[in-house]
C-alpha cells in the first residue's frame, strides 16, 4: 500500500478534535456552595478528562493454563484543575462539601448529608466542535469530591495565578453522542 496523505486528510473529520475546547459543569450541594460556584465552575476548570472505559478480567486456572473472561466495568476517579481567584468561592465549595461529608474537628457528617444523594452530583464534561456544537457529552452519576489538593503559594512566582486540583469518584458514566459532524 503506497502512502497517500490525501487518503489520511480524507479520514480527518473536521481537522480533529481539540483537546481546549471544553466545558465542565456540575451543581454543589446545597450545604456546600452558593450558586456562584457553579456558574464560576464552568469558566476557571483548566483541566479535565474523558474518561476511561475499563473491564476488569477474571482469571480462571484450566489444566495448567490461564483463561481469561470479562469481569465487571471499573470506574478511575476524575480529576480537574481549577484556576483560583481571589474570591475563593471555587475552593471553599470544594472545601464546605468535603468537611460537609466528613467534619475536620468532630469527625461527624452535615445532616443534610448523611445519604449519598445528599452529598453527591451528577457532572458533565462535554468536548466542543471548533464551530462551538457538543461532539460529545459524558455523565458523571453520583459525583464527590474525595481530595482538594494544597495551592503552593511561594514569595518568587509573581507572574503566576493559583490553581488546584480536585479529585472526584462517582459511581459510573454515561456517554451521549451527539451525531454532530
Known amino acids: 500500500m503506497a502512502f497517500s496523505v490525501n487518503d489520511f486528510r480524507s479520514q480527518m473529520v473536521g481537522d480533529g478534535a481539540r483537546p481546549n475546547l471544553f466545558e465542565v459543569s456540575m451543581p454543589f450541594p446545597g450545604f456546600s456552595a452558593p450558586g456562584a460556584a457553579q456558574t464560576k465552575l464552568t469558566f476557571m476548570c483548566k483541566t479535565a478528562q474523558l474518561p476511561a472505559s475499563t473491564i476488569g478480567v477474571v482469571p480462571v486456572q484450566y489444566f495448567g493454563r490461564e483463561l ?14 481549577i484556576i483560583n481567584d481571589e474570591d475563593f468561592v471555587i475552593r471553599n465549595a470544594f472545601e464546605r462539601w468535603l468537611n460537609g461529608i466528613n467534619s475536620h474537628n ?3 457528617r452535615n445532616p443534610a448529608a448523611q445519604a449519598p444523594f ?8 462535554k468536548q466542543f466542535s471548533k464551530s ?10 453520583g459525583l ?3 481530595e482538594v489538593s494544597a495551592i503552593d503559594v511561594d514569595w518568587g512566582s509573581n507572574d503566576a495565578i493559583e490553581e488546584f486540583t480536585v479529585n472526584l469518584t462517582y ?3 454515561d456517554a451521549v453522542e451527539t451525531g454532530v459532524v
Open 171 to 173: 459511581q459510573w458514566w
Open 118 to 125: 445528599g452529598y453527591s452530583v451528577d457532572g458533565d464534561v
Open 144 to 146: 464527590f469530591p474525595t
Open 132 to 141: 462551538g456544537d457538543v461532539l460529545k457529552k459524558y455523565r458523571f452519576v
Open 68 to 81: 481469561k473472561f470479562a469481569g465487571n466495568r471499573q470506574f478511575a476517579d476524575w480529576s480537574i484543575t
Open 106 to 108: 468532630l469527625n461527624v
